[in-house]
């Protein structure tokens, strides 16, 4: 592969991020917020933080589907928050535990059919 072909796909590769803050203060909220990221998780988000789940796309189109899909599974209440960045862009995310400074993690290619 050569460097165009790898600098266009840093821009094409899309990251999808949900960030959310559910109530949990009643039983019946704390099951729908366990169903939310539970839903998440088998459309392929994995947990960033606590309350942040991440989805690598190979395309805008395909980060559109699961945008959408996270739209359909919005529960009543609580804030959720979705955002889209290019690979590019998330790559150039520092991370620290305290103070010191962590690698990226690296995020294995899937193969992705429909």
């Not at 529960?75 to 955002?83: A, F, R, S, V």
Request: proline share 4%; aromatic share 12%; net charge positive.
């Amino acid at each position: 592969m050569n460097i165009n072909t790898e600098r266009l796909n840093a821009y094409r590769v899309m990251w999808t991020l949900v960030m959310y803050d559910l109530p949990t203060e009643t039983k019946k909220d704390r099951k729908v917020a366990a169903r939310f990221r539970k839903e998440l998780m088998q459309d392929g988000f994995s947990m960033f933080q606590f309350s942040m789940y991440v989805r690598h796309s190979a395309s805008s189109e395909n980060a559109d589907v699961h945008k959408n899909r996270v739209k359909k599974l919005l529960p009543e209440y609580g804030k959720i928050g979705i955002l889209q960045i290019t690979d590019k862009q998330f790559e150039k995310m520092e991370l620290f535990f305290g103070k010191k400074p962590q690698e990226m993690p690296d995020v294995k290619q899937q193969l992705e059919l429909f």
